[in-house]
């Protein structure tokens, strides 16, 4: 079991534009391709976590409080946490867990729902790195598009160095560069 940060960035880091818009990313040739692999990541998927500005991406673009079964059709039955400090509306019949509890104190409770499945952190790039500073963050895999943004949510505003990053996992899909990373526990001060 593990907790995956799984996301894709610009060429230089970011998540989304400074208006929180994903089109450039859709607009890559090949976006379709590469999204068709995410079936195989959500079959090892026990639990879902994003904030507050991924949720309302999802709810959108995605529209799952107006299209019945739409969130479970995307995410199945999982457990979903939203970290967020207001209120945002549920998507009827999902199991979304709105907290503003701190990372380290959820945890457990995503760990046990998972079971022996991962955690899949969906973003964003500061709520992942509150993971990482809690030490519950194992492994980075990212999808790199050949775009540059130049602003924009940052993919990981964290300062990881490599000796907590060991690369395992290289691979190209369309004009998608896909990396994968484990990370390292900071070192006790």
Excluded: C, N
Excluded at 85 to 94: E, K, T, W
């Amino acid at each position: 079991m593990a907790t995956i940060y799984y996301t894709a960035t610009s060429l230089d880091g970011y998540l989304a534009t400074t208006d929180h818009s994903l089109d450039w990313l859709f607009e890559v040739p090949g976006a379709a391709e590469a999204e068709s692999g995410i079936g195989d990541f959500m079959a090892g998927i026990g639990a879902l976590v994003m904030g507050s500005s991924t949720y309302d991406w999802l709810l959108e673009v995605e529209k799952p409080h107006e299209k019945p079964g739409a969130w479970q059709e995307s995410f199945g039955e999982r457990p979903s946490w939203v970290f967020t400090h207001r209120d945002l509306p549920a998507v009827p019949h999902a199991d979304i867990r709105f907290t503003q509890a701190p990372v380290d104190q959820v945890h457990a409770e995503m760990t046990a729902a998972a079971g022996d499945r991962d955690i899949w952190l969906m973003g964003g790039g500061d709520l992942v790195g509150q993971f990482d500073d809690a030490g519950l963050l194992d492994r980075v895999m990212v999808s790199i598009a050949p775009v540059t943004l130049g602003a924009g949510a940052p993919l990981l505003p964290r300062d990881i160095r490599s000796d907590r990053l060991t690369l395992t996992g290289v691979s190209q899909v369309g004009q998608f560069a896909e990396l994968s990373y484990d990370v390292k526990p900071k070192a006790a001060t």
